[in-house]
């Protein structure tokens, strides 16, 4: 079975950083597809920034040169660097993976991270 787990997420204070990683296990034939998507209590979830197995890479307006997304295909992990964070970067951050499994090819989510900046 494919799962996502996510980690780094906290509370941290207007300016500063913090780096957030997804880690894919199970079953995995091939990583995709890799997206860092963030939902803000009575908001729709809007994709942050994404990564391709090639390395070419999105960010939305908002978070760019502040985010970075990188990613380590040895380990089957996506990272989320966030440098000089605002208060509203607040919010719960998910992963999402275009992974091809055992026979199947699906996307797939974390469970989330709370990121909370304070002014």
């Known amino acids: 079975q494919v799962r996502l787990v996510e980690s780094g997420g906290g509370l941290v204070r207007a300016g500063g950083s913090l780096r957030l990683s997804c880690a894919a296990s199970g079953s995995i034939v091939n990583l995709n597809y890799m997206g860092w998507y963030r939902q803000a209590p009575g908001k729709q979830r809007d994709l942050v920034a994404s990564?391709?197995?090639?390395?070419?890479?999105f960010y939305a307006d908002s978070v760019k040169g502040r985010f970075t997304i990188s990613r380590d295909n040895a380990k089957n992990t996506v990272y989320l660097q966030m440098n000089s964070l605002k208060p509203e970067d607040t919010a719960v951050y998910y992963c999402k993976a275009d992974i091809e499994g055992v026979g199947a090819r699906a996307f797939y989510w974390g469970q989330g991270t709370q990121v909370t900046v304070s002014s």
């Open positions: 990564i391709t197995s090639g390395g070419s890479t």
